[in-house]
């Protein structure tokens, strides 16, 4: 019996072994990589339409369609493809009588239309805008700017915030006097791409709105866990 419970113990070791020996994680050092990339944008998204008061719902519909028909006009006149502005805003609301006690009434009704043009080239922004305020738009809102390239300029930087990891990681394996192995695992921060707003007041000629591009600043981090060995 002695010798049949030293084996069952011999046994459970054997068994347990592999288990502790695979909970104990490789050595390793773990950095963050970071890397940015700047560029002018080089193309922006304007936000634009005609907002119209009337008595009657139906009154506020009919002209601002008719309104909203000539602000569309005037896009395909200067040369806008119909696939670089669609509908963004359609609404017709109520207007009610202020400073009332009890329930407001209706004293009318406001029908808005706004579309939202896409600029493949940004030095015609603010003769965009003077087409739009020309042809009757007084409902203008902001200005996005954007990298047509982002993805292939972000794919640049994170070559660059993998070197800026691995730097990193040799002064720690220096300090330590280890050598560093090969990574054991990379992973990405998620963030999104950035946009720059700008804003444009409704009502404004092209001449007295100057635009200001500025620069867009595209940014990566990554977590690196780099595995070491002792010096040889």
């Given amino acids: 019996m002695k010798h049949s419970f030293a084996l069952v113990v011999a ?3 054997l068994l347990t072994a ?7 994680p490789p050595p390793a050092i773990s950095v963050t990589g970071e890397a940015t990339v700047s560029v002018p944008p080089d193309q922006a998204q304007i936000d634009g339409g005609v907002a119209t008061d009337a008595k009657t719902a139906r009154e506020a519909s009919d002209a601002n369609n008719a309104a909203m028909g000539k602000v569309l006009l005037a896009l395909k006149g200067a040369g806008i493809d119909e696939k670089d ?20 009434p209706v004293v009318g009704y406001r029908a ?8 493949r080239d940004v030095t015609k922004i603010a003769s965009m805008i003077d087409v739009l305020v020309g042809a009757g738009a007084n409902d203008t809102g902001g200005i996005n700017f954007m990298v047509s390239q982002a993805s292939k300029l972000l794919d640049e930087a994170r070559e660059q ?4 990891a691995r730097r990193k990681a040799q002064i720690y394996a220096k300090a330590a006097g280890v050598t560093l192995g090969e990574p054991l695992s990379i992973s990405e921060e998620s963030a999104p791409t950035p946009v720059f707003r700008g804003k444009v007041a409704g009502g404004i000629a092209a001449s007295a709105a100057p635009v200001a591009q500025g620069e867009e600043t595209l940014s990566v981090t990554v977590n690196v866990s780099w595995a070491i060995k002792p010096k040889e």
């Fill in 11 to 13: 046994t459970a070791a």
């Fill in 18 to 24: 592999p288990a502790l020996a695979q909970t104990a």
């Fill in 85 to 104: 502005y669609q509908t963004s805003r359609l609404s017709l609301q109520p207007q009610y009588a202020p400073n009332r006690s009890g329930p407001s």
């Fill in 112 to 119: 808005s239309n706004r579309v939202t043009i896409r600029l």
């Fill in 161 to 164: 915030a993998i070197s800026d």
